[in-house]
């Protein structure tokens, strides 16, 4: 009888593309999260938390990779007369449904916030993947600009609360109307120019990374990068390209002055005179709040790639100073965006509702964040009890509980007691701040000793340090004193 082969076993690794968050990783986006919805609730935005699942349908054509529509989402069908469902992509699309679905008990305008995982089935890359925290704000119902400002005076508010200073960050704002102007000054405007459309506008988005001959190239016959891979162009005459690379060097020292420059460029279209007054007026409302060109400015060259864009785009930039992986100086880049979508929920209502939002990019905020130093350090794990007797677990437990009942963060060791050197190896390995001993001779005595871990690693890299010569590492403290003295030495640690 033939040997029955053993199902290999899985392997433990997480699929391509996905990755896990461990303990301080958690903790941290958690905390930053929480100032964040701080910002939103302040704002007078409501939490909402929608399904994670959509339909292909209610989800729509909107991915950032236009080439691939629906493409990019992990999608599946029950049966065959069943929709096609999939994870969702980012929290707008569901938002428009949301919004449609329950409009007739909402308010109008109705604020939401919504924070959770995103999912796209992209090729992943460094620093790229499939799954990833996104955090938005939306108005949806008001067709003033001044939601448009708002969302930017609270993205640059929410920056600075998570630990982002002036300086270090410039909210841009753009108009897609202005740029619909440009394009029809250039003669691309319509439906059967659309292909043109989005290869410029996928240019432009490219400035910073292919500089103005690179863009130029796009918009003419095409490029062709260091690989030697070739990019198609938008096809434009040299002539047209110019109006498209003036549009990109349109930024002046004031928000007037830029506007000033796009009149020019858009003059004879109506839809960009329009945009370009919109941009005047979302200056006027900022200008009026006390947020000036040092946290907020108009930068023509801001375009936004989703497609659903209707009006003005924002977006949030990093300027401080960082390496690359070839130790190359760059700044940091894009932390935030979004802008107006007035056609969104049309697909489900047959009418026209206005809506504007933006969307912070999670894990690149935090990784800005630890950067500069600005993530509060959760390294330090809990205060932990060692166990010298089993007979005497209640006891232990006791002494946990008393720390846990005044908010300090304690456990039990709960491995095998027998070796005490691998309990405070442990606690080594959770980085506690604190090590709680009590055998029978303290039992006896009616006390405890209190080892402090921090100060004792210290001590140990560096006996001869003179701040440390006089301090013990250990102390032996009454039991009735042992709330009292753990809060004394965590204070003594900070």
């Known amino acids: 009888m033939a040997k029955v082969k053993k199902a290999p076993r899985p392997k433990a690794q997480a699929p391509k593309g996905f990755r896990d968050y461990l303990g301080a990783e958690v903790t941290e986006r958690a905390e930053m999260l929480q100032k964040i919805a701080g910002v939103y609730h302040r704002y007078g935005f409501d939490a909402l938390e929608s399904s994670a699942v959509e339909t292909v349908e209610a989800l729509g054509k ?38 449609a679905q ?66 270090d960050y410039i909210v841009r704002i753009n108009n897609r109307k202005v740029l619909n102007g440009v394009m029809e000054v250039c003669g691309i405007a319509g439906d059967d120019k659309a292909d043109e459309r989005g290869i410029v506008l996928r240019a432009i988005d490219k400035l910073d990374r292919l500089g103005e001959n690179g863009v130029r190239a796009l918009l003419g016959e095409g490029r062709k990068d260091e690989s030697g891979d070739y990019t198609k162009g938008a096809g434009l005459s040299d002539a047209q390209a110019d109006i498209v690379m003036g ?45 000036g060109p040092d946290r907020i400015e ?65 894990d690149r905020l935090l990784a800005a964040l630890r950067m500069k ?15 010298m007797d089993k007979g005497r677990m209640a006891d232990y437990q006791s002494m946990v509980s008393e720390l846990r009942n005044v908010g300090i963060r304690a456990e039990v060791y709960l491995g095998n007691p027998k070796n005490f050197g691998n309990q405070l ?47 013990p590492s ?11 003295k753990v809060r004394e030495i965590l204070e003594s640690q900070e």
């Open 62 to 99: 909107f991915l950032p990779d236009v080439d691939r529509p629906n493409e990019g989402v992990f999608a599946w069908q029950e049966d065959e007369t069943a929709d096609w469902l999939a994870l969702r992509y980012d929290l707008t699309a569901p938002l428009a449904r949301v919004y």
């Open 102 to 167: 329950n409009r007739n008990e909402l308010p109008t305008p109705y604020r939401r916030y919504a924070m959770g995982p995103v999912w796209r089935n992209e090729k992943p890359g460094p620093g790229r993947y499939r799954q990833f925290y996104q955090c938005d704000a939306d108005t949806v119902g008001a067709g003033s600009v001044a939601a448009d400002a708002e969302i930017c005076a609270m993205l640059s508010d929410t920056l600075e609360v998570v630990g982002i200073e002036r300086g």
């Open 247 to 291: 549009f990109m060097s349109a930024k002046r020292d004031s928000g007037a002055a830029t506007a000033a420059r796009l009149s020019e460029l858009v003059a004879g279209s109506k839809v960009g005179e329009e945009g370009v007054n919109e941009l005047l007026t979302i200056a006027e409302l900022l200008e009026a709040q006390g947020y």
């Open 298 to 362: 108009i930068d023509p060259s801001v375009v936004r790639g989703l497609g659903y864009y209707t009006g003005p785009v924002f977006e949030a930039e990093l300027t401080f100073e960082i390496q690359d992986e070839k130790g190359r100086p760059r700044n940091f880049g894009s932390v935030a965006g979004g802008g107006r979508y007035d056609d969104l929920v049309k697909r489900f209502t047959g009418q026209e509702v206005p809506a504007t939002g933006v969307s912070i990019g999670v």
């Open 373 to 387: 130093g600005r993530v509060e350090n959760h390294a330090a794990g809990p205060v932990v009890v060692t166990v």
């Open 425 to 471: 190896k442990y606690a080594d390995k959770r980085n506690s701040p604190i090590a709680i001993i009590e055998g029978g001779d303290e039992k006896e005595k009616g006390v405890i000793q209190i080892k402090d871990l921090i100060l004792g690693a210290k001590i140990a890299e560096s006996a001869t340090l003179e701040e440390w010569k006089d301090r």
């Open 474 to 484: 250990q102390y032996e403290v009454p039991r009735g004193d042992l709330v009292a």
